[in-house]
């Protein structure tokens, strides 16, 4: 399986971006994707995760009523919508995936990473 996230760039605070995770050599229906990120000097963190088939979602705290992953069926993509970005969300942003249908947000439950996109926001 290979991941390629798109759709990351420098915006200011209360600005909005969206990402994008394109998946090839399989078939994502049968996967559950995630968003992660990882900011300078911290750990990588779960950001949101979606089934396929079912739709899905989990969040964390930190971006609910900010951020929506959904997807994308003809294009096999997974779309992170983030609106009202702060400095603090500021990060590399990576898409993971696993197979199978649960929604989990330890980065350890994945076995398909990309290699990242940049999101800087700015004041």
């Known amino acids: 399986v290979q991941l390629v996230e798109s759709g990351g760039g420098l915006v200011q605070a209360g600005g909005s971006l969206r990402l994008s995770c394109s998946a090839s050599?399989?078939?994502?229906?049968?996967?559950?994707v995630g968003w992660f990120r990882q900011a300078p000097g911290k750990e990588r963190e779960f950001v949101a995760a979606i089934i396929w088939t079912t739709s899905g979602t989990i969040y964390a705290d930190s971006v609910k009523g900010r951020f929506t992953i959904s997807r994308d069926n003809a294009k096999n993509t997974v779309v992170l919508q983030m609106n009202s970005l702060k400095r603090e969300d500021t990060a590399i942003y990576y898409c993971?995936?696993?197979?199978?249908?649960?929604?989990?947000?330890?980065?350890?439950?994945?076995?398909?990473w990309g290699q990242g996109t940049q999101v800087t926001v700015s004041s």
């Open positions: 993971a995936s696993r197979e199978g249908h649960l929604l989990r947000p330890e980065k350890l439950m994945y076995d398909y």
């Open positions: 050599g399989t078939t994502i229906s049968s996967y559950t």
